[in-house]
């Protein structure tokens, strides 16, 4: 009898994943079940595990299957079960053995070797998966694998608008692509569906080619093909031809004593749908009866608004809607939010200690000023990462170093085809800030430009509109108010009058790196650095200070001279000018969720 070999595909991230989450100390208090096992859900798409879900065993309110399937975008699913195992002696054998047959996985069942460091799937009926393939790229392997949908509303729907989502009346439900003139109905066809995206396709590879070298298009979540959908409704009375409106607006009055009540409830939805490449013509009835499904399943309860998540180490976007408060707002600070995130944070094993899936880090679609001038590869030049690593990093004070936690770029004059060499040193110890808060997944937000923070300061009318696009310096207060109004962080000021006052505050600012690791901004009187650590001896007093110098013009991939010359290094405190005065910017990057 001939036998098929199933293949199995998966993404090595996600065993680093799964070695995250079981080594994290929060997550082990939260994982284990009644018999000591932890376990995991597949979520995929067929035979292809794209993330892991931790499944929780205590007071966290897991989310239910269907939470989970409108949480991630239609098409993926939740395929199979991952258990943990610690060897392969003959009692996990057994184990597994029962693990197997009673399992209640729909697909795949997968175990992974902590001691060995493997993985290896089975299929429902208990038949050992021969063949296991890593996918080495993961987003090229979804372009290859599908197309995207992104259905939205671009207004608040009103009830009567979902009732007809809810009826029968499909025939009155269009979808519009967005920026066309072009309808999608539940009529359209696969092939209809596949033309689209070929034109889409290859309009942007026309649009690419033909542009200038300063601009290109931006992709959506690092999906190349994606259709944006908005709905339309069919309108026909006795006296006007059919008409198509994004909503409609009807709302329900009762009197009560003698006054009118007008009772109105707002819906909006968010999907990203994924449509497999290989689609069948016989699957076309079912196309956007999916996409309506998709959207009932968001607009069951008003009064929702829904957000789309990008994080890093997930190949897809999460999707969480917040209950708007009575003024129809979104208020992040919430404890019934605060509650609904760490359920999330959990359920996705992300960090519990970072503002992952606040609406303000919500990805926001690139606008088509953001396409015409997002070309990254002309926008900037090479930075290097961490070049503080390549220093001895040991005291030499008979102290103790405190250091930047985590990963940064270093921004100089004259990066990034900018010459701002005379003026732009804080704006360069700002964009080395953000670039860590990038890094450390504060924010999906680019590294802004020096016109960008200008144009902020403008917009906040603390500068004049003058200084957009000037030559102009900042200092340790609009990094600040830049800070906040980018990233929702706020700042702490430590001021000095004079260089030789510094020394007293080593140790704050070495507090400062243990407790919050993030660069510090120096301003004041005179030249911009950035500080990346403090070792301070408390006994003596004595101190240095970790300098990374923004004023270097040269190479900026050219490590050795950057070392040889000073630009980072340990400096002592005669860096400090005794007749000049400095602010130091201390970023308080939030410590919960």
Not at 18 to 29: P, T
Not at 183 to 191: F, P, V
Not at 299 to 319: A, C, L, M, R
Request: proline share 4%; glycine share 4%.
């Amino acid at each position: 009898m001939t036998t098929t070999t199933t293949i199995v595909y998966y993404n090595q991230q996600i065993i680093e994943r799964i070695k995250w989450i079981i080594e994290n100390e929060e997550y082990k208090k939260l994982l284990l079940d009644q018999d000591d096992r932890v376990s995991f859900k597949l979520v995929g798409y067929e035979q292809t595990v794209l993330y892991v879900l931790p499944n929780v065993h205590s007071v966290v309110q897991m989310l239910n299957d269907n939470e989970i399937r409108d949480s991630i975008p239609f098409g993926l699913d939740i395929i199979g079960s991952l258990y943990i195992i610690s060897n392969d002696d003959d009692d996990e054998k057994k184990k597994k053995e029962h693990l197997l047959v009673q399992s209640s996985s729909p697909m795949l069942i997968a175990f992974y070797d902590q001691q060995l460091d493997k993985i290896e799937f089975y299929d429902k009926e208990s038949n050992r998966i021969e063949e296991i393939v890593q996918i080495t790229n993961i987003q090229e392997h979804l372009n290859n694998q599908f197309d995207f949908i992104w259905v939205h509303s671009n207004t608040i729907l009103s009830k009567d608008t979902i009732e007809l989502f809810k009826s029968s009346k499909k025939d009155s439900i269009y979808f519009k692509k967005s920026n066309s003139k072009q309808l999608l109905s539940i009529n359209t066809t696969t092939n209809q569906l596949k033309s689209l995206f070929e034109q889409q396709s290859t309009t942007k590879k026309n649009s690419t080619t033909s542009s200038s070298s300063s601009s290109t298009s931006t992709s959506f979540f690092g999906f190349k093909t994606v259709l944006e959908l908005v709905p339309l409704f069919k309108v026909t009375t006795n006296d006007i031809t059919n008409l198509l409106t994004p909503q409609l607006s009807l709302v329900s009055c009762s009197n009560n004593n003698n006054n009118n009540i007008i009772q109105e409830s707002s819906y909006e939805f968010n999907r990203i749908v994924f449509i497999p490449k290989q689609s069948s013509s016989s699957s076309d009835d079912t196309i956007f009866n999916n996409i309506i499904k998709s959207i009932l399943n968001q607009v069951s309860s008003g009064n929702i608004k829904y957000y789309q998540f990008e994080i890093p180490f997930i190949p897809f976007p999460i999707t969480i809607g917040y209950e708007k408060n009575g003024s129809g707002l979104i208020d992040d600070e919430d404890d019934k939010l605060k509650s609904k995130r760490y359920n999330y944070h959990v359920q996705f094993g992300l960090p519990l200690d970072k503002p992952l899936l606040r609406s303000s880090k919500a990805y926001t679609p690139p606008t088509p000023t953001d396409m015409d001038n997002s070309n990254s590869s002309s926008k900037f030049t090479p930075h290097i990462q961490n070049i503080h690593l390549n220093l001895n990093l040991e005291s030499k004070i008979g102290g103790i170093v405190s250091l930047v936690q985590g990963s940064y770029d270093y921004f100089h004059y004259l990066q990034d085809h900018f010459d701002d060499d005379g003026w732009g040193c804080a704006y360069r110890s700002m964009q080395t800030i953000c670039s860590w808060l990038k890094y450390q997944d504060y924010t999906n937000r680019q590294v802004p430009t020096h016109n960008e923070i200008q144009n902020i300061l403008v917009s906040i009318q603390d500068k004049p509109p003058s200084f957009y696009k000037s030559k102009q310096w900042i200092g340790a207060f609009e990094i600040t108010l830049c800070l906040q109004n980018l990233y929702n962080i706020d700042c702490k000021i430590i001021n000095v009058t004079s260089g030789s006052e510094v020394i007293y505050k080593a140790r704050e600012l070495a507090r400062h790196f243990d407790r919050d690791g993030s660069p510090i901004m120096i301003g004041g009187g005179v030249l911009a650095y950035t500080l990346l650590g403090v070792d301070f001896n408390a006994e003596t007093g004595d101190a240095r200070y970790l300098i990374l110098d923004p004023h270097y013009t040269g190479n900026p991939t050219d490590l050795k001279n950057i070392k040889d010359k000073g630009w980072c290094a340990w400096k002592g405190s005669n860096i400090f000018r005794k007749d000049a005065f400095y602010n130091f910017c201390l970023p308080q990057v939030p410590k919960d969720i």
